[in-house]
């Protein structure tokens, strides 16, 4: 059962542009909810994360912007370079003793020069 | 480097043959999580360690899949009769649980691809 369901799968953005990819959860028990940036050959890295008690977390040119009601979160990518080319996995976890993330399917994000 | 290591970090192998991962994790995480990516998808939870100890399994981890951790440092990840369907790249991560609450940052380690003929 896919929990946290993310779109779009592939973007392209030109350099400069904004790139932004959202992320919608089911489960109500969630309270963290990360975004991780992939790079080929390489494991996730942690971008930026949000608790579900702020609206909006921002840090440089990444921001999260977090819609409890709706049950969705987005991560906008502003001035985005070429060096922004990746993959990016939204994810959340449920506070306990085990904190397993669990990770949207990915979208693969294209930054043209 | 002090970051997450995983060896190998290919293998190929045939169906039927057993295989065995290893992690080093960062020195000091007390918590180490495994995960298993296939193309195009997010990492996929197998299990999890705390300390030396195999707190929760992902119902994806089959009686082929065992995990250990001794001594709460490095883990391997066995695949016993390894099939097809195992092809994936299988992460490691690791965290230092925090004391006072709060959330703990997951790093992942470049991950093993495993090939499976």
């Known amino acids: 059962q896919q929990q946290v369901k993310q779109s779009p799968q592939s973007l392209i953005v030109q350099k400069g542009g904004i790139s932004i990819i959202n992320c919608a959860y089911e489960?109500?028990?969630?309270?963290?909810f990360p975004w991780y940036q992939q790079f080929p050959g390489k494991g996730p890295a942690l971008l930026i994360a949000i608790r579900p008690d702020v609206s909006e977390k921002k840090e440089g040119r990444f921001t999260i912007s977090f819609n409890k009601s709706a049950k969705q979160f987005s991560l906008h990518i502003m001035d985005s370079q070429p060096g922004d080319s990746a993959t990016y996995f939204c994810a959340a976890s449920i506070r306990g003793s085990a904190r397993q993330l669990t990770f949207g399917s990915g979208t693969q994000l294209t930054v043209l020069p | 480097d002090t970051g997450v290591s995983q060896n190998p970090r290919h293998k190929i192998t045939k169906r039927g043959q057993n295989v065995t991962f290893r992690c080093d994790p960062i020195s000091e995480h007390n918590r180490l999580y495994w995960y298993r990516q296939t193309l195009g998808q997010g990492p996929e939870f197998l299990t999890y360690?705390?300390?030396?100890?195999?707190?929760?399994k992902s119902r994806l981890l089959s009686d082929r899949f065992s995990a250990e951790r001794p001594k709460g440092s490095f883990s391997t990840l066995e695949i016993q009769r390894t099939e097809q369907g195992d092809s994936a790249m299988y992460l490691c991560?690791?965290?230092?649980?925090?004391?006072?609450?709060?959330?703990?940052?997951?790093?992942f380690g470049p991950g093993t691809r495993l090939t499976v003929l």
């Open positions: 489960n109500t028990a969630f309270d963290y």
């Open positions: 991560a690791s965290s230092l649980a925090p004391s006072g609450g709060g959330t703990d940052t997951q790093y």
């Open positions: 360690f705390q300390n030396e100890a195999q707190l929760e």
